[in-house]
């Protein structure tokens, strides 16, 4: 099992940028695919990014392709979330999720229902 924390959000003008942490614990760090999603007030929960158990893969939603970049740091067990070029449309609770290791390293995941575990998300806002 692993238990993960998101951090970094907050209100940004759009524009700007900020980077959103998730640092894990429990089992090993490479052995998930990691991903993260968001959530707008009256919206179902939203794929932003994904990065496969080798951390070579990634894969973006279609919105925030080209300007948001998920990375990891294996010392600090910790998967980052950099989001440049924010619009309003951005605001929304952020999520960080993994995925245990039955996937093939290269495979990267785009639905909520394929991630086993979740952090409590940390808000973005983007006034308008």
């Known amino acids: 099992q692993v238990q993960l924390v998101e951090s970094g959000g907050g209100l940004v003008q759009a524009g700007g940028s900020l980077r959103l942490s998730c640092t894990a614990s429990g089992r090993s760090f490479s052995e998930y695919v990691w991903g993260w999603f968001r959530q707008s007030p009256g919206k179902e929960r939203e794929f932003v990014a994904s990065l496969s158990r080798s951390g070579v893969n990634t894969y973006y939603g279609d919105s925030v392709k080209g300007r948001f970049t998920i990375a990891r740091e294996y010392a600090k067990n910790t998967v980052y979330l950099q989001m440049n070029s924010l619009k309003s449309e951005d605001t929304a609770v952020y999520y960080c999720?993994?995925?245990?290791?039955?996937?093939?390293?290269?495979?990267?995941?785009?639905?909520?229902?394929?991630?086993?575990?979740w952090g409590r998300g940390t808000q973005v806002t983007v006034p308008s």
């Open positions: 999720a993994a995925a245990e290791g039955i996937w093939h390293r290269q495979v990267v995941l785009s639905r909520t229902l394929d991630y086993d575990y």
